[in-house]
């Protein structure tokens, strides 16, 4: 009886081990699992994470997500202050909102000005990254920091651009610095071009990856020769 019993004891002792192994075994799969995903998900993270608002966006959003100044989002009731610090410059709950949250896809367009057949020259200090939306980026090559615009978001138009640079271009007008427009008329019409293609979409146009883009205005305009200036720096950011 007393052998009989010890080896009950024993049994009962290796399916308990068996168990406890088994349970061992399974929380490391799993945490392994999370460890991994979490691994995975961190290059992305810490690439959303990297840029943040800027004063210029974070004023548009609160134009945009509270326009009754009761410092809480019109859609979904939350506090201004964290749509923004989620990086959104309108509420996604919204279902009529068109720019996604900061982040959300990074691509480029070349781009270019021209008023009487004068580019207009970007490259200054007081024009980069003022948005963290869509800007133009610092850089030692001059046409390129000039001319190309970066997206750092789904659905960026155009107007939040020259907004962000204290300027304003719509179908009618283009308003450049020392506020200074340029307004159709008889004889000077403001046009738009996308890839070589006319386009009556003007400031809410949202540009596709590698879109070379011109806006051009009044007298003195060969249209294939500025059409042709147009840079090929786009490309050369799509890693970036």
């Not at 290796?14 to 699992?33: K, M, N, R």
Request: glycine share 8%; with cysteine; net charge negative.
């Amino acid at each position: 009886m007393k052998i009989k019993a010890d080896f009950g004891v024993i049994a009962l002792i290796i399916i308990l081990f068996v168990v406890v192994g088994l349970f061992a075994f399974s929380l490391t799969d799993l945490l392994s699992t999370k460890a991994g995903q979490v691994n995975q998900d961190t290059p992305q993270m810490k690439k959303v994470l990297r840029m943040s608002l800027t004063s210029f966006d974070r004023k548009l959003g609160i134009e945009l997500m509270d326009q009754n100044n009761d410092g809480r989002c019109d859609t979904c009731g939350m506090p201004v202050e964290q749509c923004l610090d989620s990086g959104q410059v309108e509420c996604n709950m919204d279902s009529n909102s068109k720019t996604g949250i900061l982040g959300s896809q990074h691509i480029h367009a070349d781009f270019k000005v021209f008023v009487d057949g004068k580019p207009f020259n970007f490259a200054d200090t007081k024009y980069y990254m003022k948005s963290s939306f869509i800007h133009l980026d610092d850089s030692q090559n001059k046409e390129d920091a000039l001319g190309v615009l970066h997206m750092h978001a789904t659905g960026v138009p155009l107007w939040v651009f020259f907004k962000s640079i204290g300027m304003n271009f719509d179908k009618n007008c283009i308003t450049l610095e020392n506020n200074e427009k340029f307004c159709n008329d008889e004889n000077k019409k403001l046009k738009f071009f996308v890839n070589g293609k006319e386009n009556n979409e003007f400031e809410n146009y949202v540009f596709d990856d590698l879109d070379k883009i011109l806006i051009t205005y009044g007298e003195g305009n060969d249209l294939d020769q500025q059409l042709n200036s147009l840079g090929d720096f786009a490309k050369l950011h799509n890693n970036g």
